[in-house]
């Protein structure tokens, strides 16, 4: 939910002709067209996750709509992850980089930049707390642990791969 704030304050920023966040041009066309499936995908993912969580295994619609909502979410956050994850380590080093030259500087880092790291480890700290409180709902699904892969599954990864790979060569 943090990533989905964040994005949506880039793009309101961005289309309010904000100067800075115009700077840096409009979002790609194929990720602004899929962000939407994709913000849709993880809504539903996260919302029928939590219900099954409370409800268990036994509702076979609330099964397959986190299936469906499974298979759109990880077809289209692939697309997302292969588009960005050259970027990511330059933006990590150009990240750090300023921060050390600010420091040597004697210059404060920009207020930001802590709000970032603050925000992202709150988070990380929530998801476990979550994750430790939903551990007695296990329960109930310790009988599907034996399941064999289904055919939807394998398609699916195969598609979000095959996607994946379709962008990588499309960009070059």
């Known amino acids: 939910m943090a990533k989905t704030a964040s994005t949506g304050w880039r793009f309101i920023r961005y289309y309010t002709r904000d100067p800075a966040y115009c700077r840096k041009g409009p979002p790609r066309l194929l990720l602004g067209v899929?962000?939407?499936?994709?913000?849709?995908?993880?809504?539903?993912?996260?919302?029928?996750?939590?219900?099954?969580?409370v409800t268990g295994p036994a509702p076979e619609f609330l099964v397959r709509v986190h299936v469906v909502s499974?298979?759109?979410w990880l077809a289209t956050i692939a697309v997302h992850v292969f588009a960005y994850v050259r970027r990511v380590p330059q933006l990590?080093?150009?990240?750090?980089?300023r921060r050390t030259d600010r420091q040597k500087r004697?210059?404060?880092?920009?207020?930001?930049?802590r709000m970032r790291v603050a925000v992202n480890i709150a988070v990380l700290v929530l998801?476990?707390?979550?994750?430790?409180?939903l551990l007695p709902t296990a329960a109930p699904w310790e009988g599907w642990r034996g399941q064999a892969?289904?055919?939807p599954g394998v398609l699916a990864?195969?598609?979000?791969?095959?996607?994946?790979?379709?962008?990588?060569?499309?960009?070059?």
């Open 34 to 53: 899929m962000a939407p499936i994709l913000v849709a995908s993880t809504l539903a993912l996260i919302g029928s996750g939590i219900a099954l969580a």
């Open 149 to 151: 892969v289904t055919g």
């Open 127 to 133: 998801a476990a707390f979550a994750a430790v409180l």
């Open 92 to 97: 990590i080093a150009e990240d750090w980089r």
């Open 70 to 72: 499974f298979l759109f």
């Open 106 to 113: 004697g210059k404060p880092e920009p207020l930001g930049r």
């Open 157 to 172: 990864v195969a598609v979000c791969i095959g996607t994946a790979i379709a962008v990588l060569l499309m960009r070059r």
